[in-house]
């Protein structure tokens, strides 16, 4: 069992920047692909992107391409979301989640066993 907890959620403008952060209870933490999934109201939970135990692989979904970076520090037991140019669109809670089994990057939610409560980004035109 591993807790993840969110942070760095907040209410920004249309091409302000923000940073998230997830950070994990367990020093097995590098055992575990990461992954960045968001909900906006009314809406289904979506990939947004993911990183592999070492961090030499990610994948991104096409809507935040260019803009969102994820990296991550095993060493602090932390995956971050750095996000650019930010639209109204990607007002959503942003969850961060963990997969303890695959060796390749998973885009559906119901591939991920461990979950964080979520963060609020709200993006304001």
């Known amino acids: 069992q591993v807790q993840l907890v969110e942070s760095g959620g907040g209410l920004v403008q249309a091409g302000d920047s923000l940073r998230l952060s997830c950070a994990a209870s367990r020093r097995t933490f590098s055992h575990y692909n990461m992954a960045w999934f968001r909900q906006a109201p009314g809406k289904e939970r979506e990939f947004v992107t993911a990183?592999?135990?070492?961090?030499?692989?990610?994948s991104y979904a096409d809507s935040v391409k260019g803009r969102f970076t994820i990296s991550r520090d095993n060493a602090k037991n932390t995956v971050y979301l750095q996000m650019n140019s930010l639209k109204p669109e990607d007002t959503a809670v942003y969850f961060c989640a963990a997969d303890p089994r695959s060796y390749s990057l998973k885009a559906r939610a119901n591939e991920y066993d461990y979950w964080g409560q979520g963060t609020q980004v709200t993006v304001s035109s």
């Open positions: 990183t592999s135990r070492s961090g030499d692989r990610t």
